[in-house]
């Protein structure tokens, strides 16, 4: 099974231990990136796995493309050039007070990326499986043209093609509206996963009864089946719709779920209660991990697929970082039923 992605990774300098960023006289640098985090929870997974980006030719870029082959991700087909990585700053929220996100990623080697500079038939032959997001057509109509030339190969080859809508507000700077770039881009797609916000923001569909605001932390799962269906009619190519279901019932304890609709059946996933989140930064990547490895694992088992996709999630948000560090084995042994964390010796 060899799965791309194609995306932007960025430095992510985070305040420690839940400081304010007026608080912070040191930051914790990682990497991380919607794609790329991907890549390597399908690369823990033993799945031939490759992130394709545009990065600088720089120490920073260098040392960021060595935190993914740490993990085991290929990184063969980077192309390089432009002056900078992309930024993010992070502080992590506790109870009451939400985490908040300062992107400095402007004219990042990505966001300046043009149509025609990567050889996608060339990067894609032989692929099973293609991945993008909503966050890199945000960049820039450069980074748009690109993910439009990669699912137009794809689609032509053959390969499967997923995305997570991932609409982020603070992103769509370039004068267009994801509302606008969006709906030809997923137009390509096999798998949409998405969450409420992301359907009714970039297509103007809701859920019927669900305030997201006021949850209390339960989700209602059937609620959910219209806008797979919605989504579905809309984009007709689409084989499969996932909805992630989180219950925020403060920043530091999560409900987590899913439903996957494949046109017929709607499955409902377990809920998790997570209690004591270490970092949510990632989680949704995590899902998509997942789920890709479930669907190209348990194949004709979309239950199990939905299932392997929310408790590694689950498991992701126990993990500092961008990336779900985990196993095979440690998401089969959760999805048993063994959430007891008891030492393994």
Not at 64 to 71: A, D, E, I, P, R
Not at 94 to 107: C, G, M, T
Request: charged letters at 20%; a negative charge.
């Amino acid at each position: 099974m060899r799965v791309v992605t194609f995306g932007e990774i960025m430095l992510r300098l985070a305040t420690p231990d839940y400081l304010r960023f007026s608080q912070a006289t040191e930051l914790t640098a990682t990497f991380g990136g919607g794609e790329a985090n991907v890549a390597v929870s399908l690369a823990n997974y033993g799945v031939d796995a490759e992130f394709v980006s545009r990065v600088p030719k720089n120490d920073i870029a260098d040392a960021c493309l060595k935190s993914l082959h740490k993990y085991n991700v290929n990184t063969a087909n980077m192309i390089f050039g432009g002056e900078r990585l992309g930024i993010y700053f992070l502080e992590t929220g506790a109870v009451s007070r939400a985490s908040k996100v300062v992107y400095d990623r402007a004219h990042s080697s990505i966001a300046d990326i043009k149509a025609g500079m990567i050889d996608w038939e060339r990067v894609l032959k032989g692929a099973d499986w293609f991945h993008w997001t909503g966050i890199t057509p945000a960049l820039s109509q450069g980074a748009a043209d690109a993910c439009w030339e990669a699912i137009e190969v794809a689609n032509k080859l053959g390969v499967r093609v997923s995305t997570d809508l991932n609409f982020r507000k603070n992103l769509w700077k370039y004068g267009k509206t994801a509302a606008e770039v969006m709906p030809q881009l997923v137009q390509g797609c096999d798998i949409i996963l998405g969450n409420e916000e992301d359907a009714e923001t970039v297509f103007g569909i809701k859920p019927q009864g669900f305030d997201a605001a006021h949850t209390g932390g339960q989700v209602d799962a059937q609620a959910f089946q219209s806008v797979c269906e919605q989504l579905m009619h809309k984009f007709p190519r689409a084989q499969k719709v996932i909805i992630t279901l989180r219950g925020s019932i403060n920043a530091n304890h999560n409900t987590w779920g899913g439903v996957l609709f494949d046109g017929k059946t709607l499955f409902q996933s377990p809920r998790y209660d997570i209690t004591h989140i270490v970092d949510r930064v990632g989680g949704g990547d995590s899902f998509m991990g997942g789920l890709i490895y479930g669907l190209l694992t348990y194949t004709d088992n979309d239950q199990k697929a939905l299932n392997f996709a929310v408790a590694a999630s689950c498991l992701k948000h126990t993990i500092y970082g961008d990336f779900n560090l985990v196993t095979v084995d440690e998401v089969e042994k959760l999805m048993s039923g063994d959430a007891s964390g008891r030492v393994s010796r």
